[in-house]
C-alpha cells in the first residue's frame, strides 16, 4: 500500500515526483516512458531559466532530477484501469497491480491520427508523428507537415535544417500557432505553405513516395519521401472510466488538481487545463503532489 502512486513521467509527473520526495511520501512511479511530449520537442525557447534548450536535453535534465532521490520507476508500463474501491486506489497495469491511498495522473496525451486510406500501411515507413525523432532521417529530402498549430511549426522549424523542401499542408485557412513560430516558418525559402488544403491518403510502394491532398478545388499528389503528422493530441485518459472529463476527454480538475474522486489528483495536458506549455504541467505537477500530501495528512 503506497502513499501515492503517480501515473506519467513527462513534466507534470516528473516534478510531481520530486515535491513526493521532499515530503517523504511512500510512492511509486509508473510510465510508458520518460519525458513525454518533452522529449519529442525541437528548440525550446520559453522555459524560464534556459534561453535556449532542446526538448530531449531539457527531458534528460528532468529526469536526471527525479533519479536524484532514488525513485521507484516502473518503466516501460502501461496503465489499464485507476479505480477507487473504499478507501483505496487500485490501479492495474500491463505487467501488475498496485494499490495505494492516492494517485496523480499525469500521463499528458498522444498523437492524433489523419484516418486516410495508407496510413496504416506506412506508418514508420515514412510517416512518422515525431520530428524530433525521426527527421534526421529525411536528410536532403522532400517532406510534408500535416497541420497548422504551434506542434506543426515546430516540426517545420526542426526540418528546415534538415529536409530539401517542405511541404506545409494545414486544414483551415490560415496557420494557428504562435506568431513568432510562423514569421520565421514564412522566412524559410524551402517551405511551401498550403492552407485549406485536405489530405485524402498516403501513396507509396514499400515506403512513403507522395501524398494526396485537395488543394483549390483539385485533387493531386505531391511527391515525398517523408511524411510528419502533427494535428493535435489525444489525452491519455482512457484508463479512468469513473473520472469527469470534457469533450476532449481531457479529465476535470479544480485549482489544487482535485478530480471528482477524493484522493486522485491530475496534472499537465491530460486535464481541461487551458494551457498546454511544459512550464505550465511542471507547475501542475507540483501543486497536485502538495494536494495529495495535503489530503493523506486529512485522512491519515
Not at 136 to 142: E, I, Q, R
Request: overall charge neutral.
Amino acid at each position: 500500500m503506497y502513499d501515492l502512486i503517480i501515473i506519467g513521467a513527462g513534466p507534470a509527473g516528473i516534478t510531481a515526483t520530486v515535491y513526493a520526495a521532499r515530503k517523504k511520501m511512500d510512492f511509486l512511479v509508473v510510465s510508458g516512458d520518460i519525458g513525454g511530449q518533452a522529449a519529442w520537442s525541437g528548440d525550446i525557447e520559453n522555459y524560464t531559466g534556459y534561453q535556449f534548450i532542446t526538448g530531449p536535453e531539457l527531458a534528460l535534465k528532468f529526469e536526471d532530477h527525479m533519479r536524484k532521490y532514488g525513485v521507484m520507476v516502473k518503466e516501460p508500463e502501461q496503465v489499464l484501469d485507476i479505480r477507487k474501491i473504499e478507501d483505496k486506489i487500485i490501479v492495474k497495469t500491463d505487467k501488475g497491480r498496485y494499490e495505494s491511498r492516492t494517485a496523480i495522473i499525469a500521463s499528458g496525451k498522444r498523437s492524433r491520427e489523419l484516418s486516410v486510406p495508407g496510413e496504416k500501411e506506412f506508418k514508420n515507413k515514412g510517416l512518422t508523428y515525431c520530428a524530433t525523432c525521426d527527421g534526421p532521417l529525411f536528410a536532403g529530402k522532400d517532406v510534408a507537415v500535416i497541420g497548422g498549430g504551434n506542434s506543426a511549426l515546430d516540426a517545420v522549424l526542426q526540418l528546415i535544417k534538415i529536409a530539401r523542401r517542405i511541404y506545409l499542408v494545414n486544414i483551415v485557412s490560415h496557420l494557428t500557432g504562435d506568431p513568432v513560430m510562423i514569421d520565421k516558418v514564412h522566412e524559410s525559402d524551402i517551405v511551401t505553405v498550403m492552407n485549406n488544403a485536405k489530405v485524402l491518403g498516403i501513396t507509396g510502394a514499400e515506403m512513403v513516395n507522395g501524398i494526396k491532398i485537395r488543394y483549390d478545388g483539385q485533387e493531386r499528389i505531391i511527391p515525398v519521401e517523408g511524411i510528419f503528422v502533427e494535428i493535435g493530441l489525444i489525452p491519455n485518459s482512457h484508463f479512468a472510466p469513473d473520472l469527469d472529463k470534457n469533450a476532449l476527454g481531457e479529465i476535470k480538475v479544480d485549482c489544487c488538481n482535485r478530480t471528482n474522486i477524493p484522493g486522485i489528483f491530475a496534472a499537465g495536458d491530460v486535464t481541461d487545463l487551458p494551457e498546454k506549455q511544459i512550464i505550465i504541467a511542471a507547475g501542475e505537477g507540483s501543486k497536485a503532489s502538495l494536494s495529495a500530501f495535503k489530503y493523506l495528512n486529512q485522512h491519515r
